[in-house]
């Protein structure tokens, strides 16, 4: 069994124990304890905070960096879109120096005759025309 110097031992170490408890009552030690314990719950606290913060920032970056991809997409797609009315321009200008140059020396032959109404609604209406199968070449590019 147990001997009695052990079971002394044991008693002395519980004594022991039971003055450390009351002075630790009598300074407050359970009260600091309980106070430092509230405020690591606190800083706990503060610091998921933070970090839900910080999350929803990303997220919103995130989308931010979303929406700028699509925008450079767009910006790209203007750009081809500008390119292909360039080479398009290019086409038809010299055909356009080229009626030019036909109206002015007929205006100049002409001795500074007006055109008729007809002739002019029939102009406009040509150029109306052009004017639509240009738009329709751009759409289909």
Known sequence: GVSE?????????????????????ESNGFVQLD?????????????????????????????????????DVKRNELKSTESRLLQLVGKIEP????????????NSTQSDAMPSPHEYDSAMANLTQQQRAVVEQLRRQ
């Open 35 to 71: 106070h430092r314990i509230e405020e690591r719950n606190k800083q706990r606290h503060e610091l998921q905070y933070s970090i839900n913060r910080l999350n929803d920032e990303i997220r919103a970056l995130e989308l931010y960096g979303d929406h700028m991809v699509k925008l």
């Open 95 to 106: 055909k356009l120096q080229t009626i030019l140059i036909q109206i002015s020396h007929q």
């Open 5 to 25: 110097s052990r079971i002394q031992e044991v008693a002395k170490e519980i004594e022991q124990t039971e003055k450390e408890l009351q002075r630790l009552q």
